[in-house]
């Protein structure tokens, strides 16, 4: 049962334009929605998170947008650059009782930034 | 170094042989987690510590998998009678508690091939 979704496996778009990616979960449990961003041969870095209880967090070029009603979130990066090219993963995570987060992975939408 | 380390980075095995993989997470950070990402996928999760214990190792395939982490804070994964599916890149990523993003910290991973 995959909780996190993402169904498109690549997307490409012109520089300067807007890269939207999508995401979506089955869990409403879920506290912390976060995007990774994944270069070849190296360990996920983090991009950008939002609580489950706001609806937008914005941080430079890149904002997520949450749809709870939906189970829906996006990312947004304007402009794309070609540095963004990637492979990126949408995750949520869930408070547990032994004090910690346990997170949940989607299975990536490779995005390549055209020049 | 101030981020997680992972070693080795490569691994190449026999089938049936047994492998150690080693995470030395960022200093001060009390949980731990153990991932496994095979082509095309997303992160997978095997097991999380919070301190020295396994908080949730529900994640591990089957028995030939264990991870410790005796002191807290470096943790190793070990898998006995290795099979060819066990081929993947395993990450270990740390937290520390009560960050307000939920954000991990990934390790580069250490890619095993079993042959």
């Known amino acids: 049962d995959q909780q996190v979704k993402q169904n498109s496996p690549s997307l490409s778009v012109q520089e300067g334009r807007i890269s939207i990616l999508n995401c979506d979960y089955t869990?409403?449990?879920?506290?912390?929605f976060l995007w990774y961003k994944k270069y070849p041969a190296e360990g996920p870095t983090f991009l950008i998170s939002i609580s489950s209880i706001k609806d937008k967090n914005e941080d430079g070029r890149f904002t997520v947008f949450l749809n709870k009603s939906a189970k829906h979130l996006s990312l947004h990066i304007v402009p794309s650059q070609p540095g963004d090219s990637a492979v990126y993963f949408c995750a949520a995570s869930a408070w547990v009782a032994s004090g910690t987060y346990k997170y949940i992975f989607g299975t990536g939408t490779r995005l390549k930034v055209l020049a | 170094g101030a981020g997680v380390s992972q070693t080795p980075s490569n691994k190449v095995t026999e089938k049936g042989k047994y492998v150690e993989l080693r995470c030395d997470p960022i200093?001060?950070?009390?949980?731990l987690y153990w991932y496994r990402q095979s082509l095309g996928q997303g992160p997978e999760f095997l097991i999380y510590?919070?301190?020295?214990?396994?908080?949730?190792d529900s994640g591990l395939p089957n028995d030939r998998f264990f991870a410790v982490r005796p002191e807290g804070s470096v943790s190793t994964l070990k898998i006995q009678r290795t099979e060819r599916g066990d081929s993947a890149v395993y990450l270990c990523a740390s937290s520390p508690y009560g960050l307000d993003t939920g954000e991990l910290f990934f390790g580069e991973g250490s890619r095993l091939t079993v042959l």
């Open positions: 510590f919070q301190g020295t214990g396994a908080a949730d």
């Open positions: 200093s001060g950070h009390t949980a």
């Open positions: 869990n409403s449990m879920f506290d912390y």
